[in-house]
């Protein structure tokens, strides 16, 4: 079965940059979506379509995929990022989540 | 308003069913495919099922293939998802999802579990 792989968990300090990546055979050939959950909250999509914005969703989100690796990039990364942050990609008929990143802001 | 609230969830012993569901309002809801996802407690998100606008379509993570069954009613506007043989590890949070581009509305959740 298709697997994604994700960092455990990344540290940014805040006004900072912060790169999640996700891993998986041949992702660029598929779009990738991102979501983010905070504690206790469902989540919330943030990329769609590798690098597309849904409306709402702050400017300083952004995605890219290419080869084997999509990248949710947060620039001018703000105390309210710090959340769980998953990638998900369709494969054949079935959908495939990431394990998850757990973004630190500190 | 835009929404999707999911109902059913409660304690279930090993080997019993449940049968959860999802209201949606405020959008055309016979347009969307839809979806269920899980969550463990302190575990990722795992997809379970996808159906088609119509119902006709549905596909199954390897998980609980031959075990759940996923349906819809476009003229109440509800998901619905029978669960049969119930293991501890379907112990989760179950999340019903509309997919647009990616999942863009989440419910709520309703959590499972599967205890003795």
């Known amino acids: 079965s298709y697997e994604l792989t994700q960092p455990p968990s990344v540290s940014v300090s805040p006004g900072q940059t912060a790169s999640i990546t996700c891993s998986g055979d041949k992702l660029g050939d598929t779009y990738v979506c991102w979501y983010q959950q905070k504690p206790g909250q469902s989540p919330v999509l943030v990329i769609y379509q590798d690098s597309k914005r849904p409306s709402g969703i702050p400017e300083r989100f952004s995605g890219s995929n290419s080869g084997n690796t999509a990248t949710l990039t947060i620039s001018g990364t703000q105390a309210m990022d710090a959340a769980d942050y998953y990638c998900?990609?369709?494969?054949?008929?079935?959908?495939?989540f990431g394990g998850g990143t757990k973004l630190t802001v500190l | 308003e835009v929404q999707l609230v999911e109902s059913g969830g409660g304690l279930v012993q090993p080997g019993g069913s449940l049968r959860v569901s999802c209201a949606a309002s405020?959008?055309?809801?016979?347009?969307?495919?839809m979806n269920w996802v899980r969550q463990a407690p302190g575990r990722g998100l795992e997809w379970v099922s996808y159906?088609?606008?119509?119902?006709?379509?549905?596909y199954y993570a390897d998980s609980v293939k031959g075990r759940f069954t996923f349906s819809r009613d476009n003229a109440k506007n509800s998901l619905y998802l029978q669960m049969n043989s119930l293991r501890a590890e379907d112990t989760a949070v179950y999340y019903c999802?509309?997919?647009?581009?990616?999942?863009?509305?989440w419910g709520q959740g309703t959590m499972v579990t599967v205890s003795s």
């Open positions: 405020g959008f055309t809801f016979s347009h969307y495919e």
């Open positions: 998900q990609a369709w494969d054949s008929n079935t959908v495939v």
């Open positions: 159906i088609s606008t119509s119902g006709s379509t549905i």
């Open positions: 999802a509309r997919r647009r581009e990616g999942f863009d509305i």
